[in-house]
């Protein structure tokens, strides 16, 4: 999620929803979650509708601590206000995300070093098919390691098993998903996606960046929509 906002009810997840203010990082992150802390409403006087500081201040982080209390409490009993950060407006748009869509791009394929050179065919291959914008969103952050995936919440020390729950054989990161997944590689055998020869040295992601880019654009939209 893109938003975050006035708080009145406090229904939002402390750990999973984008709730902070600020435009960057707006999830709380945190080295253990605590079991007896799960939503922000838990944090918030309720007869004074304040923040009850001493326990922000014992669960959090300074920099988390003082974007937690710059966040204003309304009182009344209406619902959160959500909005979206990257407006000044605070309501979102389709050009206002297509704006923030197009910047990640950018940025994206800036960083991209010589040794990366092939995947710039898949990004342009990617951006450029003829199908909905959220399955483009999903392939572009499979394709950079940023799916919440079983492998990343391990890594975040959240207590998940870390197997592929489809082939139940692997580890569930980027590189299975794109590429080594048997589950996957029966879905695409049965909507007869080709796969070309290539070499066993290649990394599971320059492997799935040059099958999608030498394949006609109906193989790429079935690969997109079906990874």
């Keep these: 999620m893109d938003c975050c906002g006035e708080l009145a009810l406090g229904k939002a997840s402390i750990y999973n929803d984008a709730w902070l203010s600020g435009r960057e990082q707006n999830r709380v992150s945190a080295q253990h979650i605590m079991p007896n802390w799960t939503t922000v409403n838990q944090l918030i006087e309720s007869e004074t509708s304040t923040w009850k500081r001493e326990l922000v201040y014992n669960l959090f982080d300074g920099d988390t601590v003082a974007r937690i209390l710059s966040i204003p409490i309304s009182d009344g009993g209406r619902e959160d206000l959500r909005v979206w950060k990257h407006d000044g407006s605070g309501i979102y748009t389709v050009r206002s995300g297509y704006r923030v869509l197009n910047s990640a791009h950018l940025q994206v394929s800036s960083l991209i070093s010589p040794n990366e050179g092939d995947y710039i065919s898949f990004y342009k291959a990617l951006w450029s098919l003829d199908i909905p914008g959220k399955i483009k969103i999903h392939n572009w952050r499979l394709f950079n390691n940023m799916l919440p995936h079983f492998?990343?919440?391990?890594?975040?020390?959240?207590?998940?098993?870390?197997?592929?729950?489809?082939?139940?054989?692997?580890?569930?990161?980027?590189?299975?998903?794109?590429?080594?997944?048997?589950?996957?590689?029966?879905?695409?055998?049965?909507?007869?996606?080709?796969?070309?020869?290539?070499?066993?040295?290649?990394?599971?992601?320059?492997?799935?960046?040059?099958?999608?880019?030498?394949?006609?654009?109906?193989?790429?939209?079935?690969?997109?929509?079906?990874?």
Excluded: Y
Aim: glycine content about 4%; hydrophobic content about 40%; overall charge positive.
């Design 151 to 227: 492998g990343n919440l391990a890594r975040r020390t959240l207590r998940v098993g870390a197997g592929c729950p489809l082939c139940k054989s692997d580890l569930e990161d980027s590189s299975h998903l794109m590429w080594d997944c048997d589950m996957l590689k029966r879905v695409w055998a049965s909507l007869q996606v080709r796969i070309p020869n290539l070499a066993a040295s290649l990394s599971c992601k320059s492997r799935f960046a040059f099958t999608f880019s030498a394949v006609d654009e109906h193989q790429r939209r079935v690969t997109a929509i079906s990874t």
